[in-house]
T-cell receptor, first 113, second 113 residues
Framework: DAGVIQSPRHEVTEMGQEVTLRCKPI?????LFWYRQTMMRGLELLIY????????DSGMPEDRFSAKMPNASFSTLKIQPSEPRDSAVYFC???????????FGEGSWLTVV | AQSVTQLDSQVPVFEEAPVELRCNYS??????LFWYVQYPNQGLQLLLK??????LVKGINGFEAEFNKSQTSFHLRKPSVHISDTAEYFC???????????FGKGTRLSVIA
């Protein structure tokens, strides 16, 4: 299997611009997670989906962040407008079933200047 | 609510020496426990996991961990480390309910030649 695929791997953008991060989970996995990693806060769960439905978005920092999962093989995390404090590594992960291993993508390294 | 405490943020150790990375958790229900490793500029990959059964769990790359319910611990050990083990190690807990995986802050293992 190809694993969890994320794009872009690296992005540098200016403050105020819209950022869209993309994720393709492992085929057959019905849970999809978005995490953010920073030096200060470590790994934070932003949102997770089950069968394309958002289950818990309490970790989404504010309204500037939104996530969608239009089908079982694709999800996006959007930041609009972006701010320098959004600079972080964003990981997408997937699993099946609940309680089993969560597989991570390589991450999207975002820098907002 | 469940939580994970990794007691050491950094652990330096000489090559071929043994190492123990400590992890304590809190949860009011049954738990599943995981250790993940993150090499520089990469995503997280599973080292080992405890779901049930034997409390001593063996993982990849010669690592093992022991689940101690009375001490609510899941310490990671390796009898002889290599330079290539230099990485960040994350302990994580998942309870048997519907709460997502919670990660500790991570322990940076530095192996010195």
């Amino acid at each position: 299997d190809a694993g969890v695929i994320q794009s872009p791997r690296h992005e540098v953008t200016e403050m105020g611009q819209e950022v869209t991060l993309r994720c393709k989970p492992i085929s057959g996995h019905d849970y999809l997670f978005w995490y953010r990693q920073t030096m200060m806060r470590g790994l934070e769960l932003l949102i997770y989906f089950n069968n394309n439905v958002p289950i818990d978005d309490s970790g989404m920092p504010e309204d500037r962040f939104s996530a969608k999962m239009p089908n079982a093989s694709f999800s996006t995390l959007k930041i609009q407008p972006s701010e320098p404090r959004d600079s972080a590594v964003y990981f997408c992960a997937s699993s099946f079933p609940w309680g089993n291993t969560i597989y991570f993508g390589e991450g999207s390294w975002l820098t907002v200047v | 609510a469940q939580s994970v405490t990794q007691l050491d943020s950094q652990v330096p150790v000489f090559e071929e020496a043994p190492v123990e990375l400590r992890c304590n958790y809190s949860s009011s229900v049954s738990v599943y426990l995981f250790w993940y490793v993150q090499y520089p500029n990469q995503g997280l990959q599973l080292l080992l996991k405890y779901l049930s059964g034997s409390t001593l769990v063996k993982g990849i790359n010669g690592f093992e961990a022991e689940f101690n319910k009375s001490q609510t611990s899941f310490h990671l050990r390796k009898p002889s480390v290599h330079i290539s083990d230099t990485a960040e190690y994350f302990c994580a807990v998942l309870n048997s309910g519907n709460t997502p995986l919670v990660f500790g802050k991570g322990t940076r293992l530095s192996v010195i030649a």
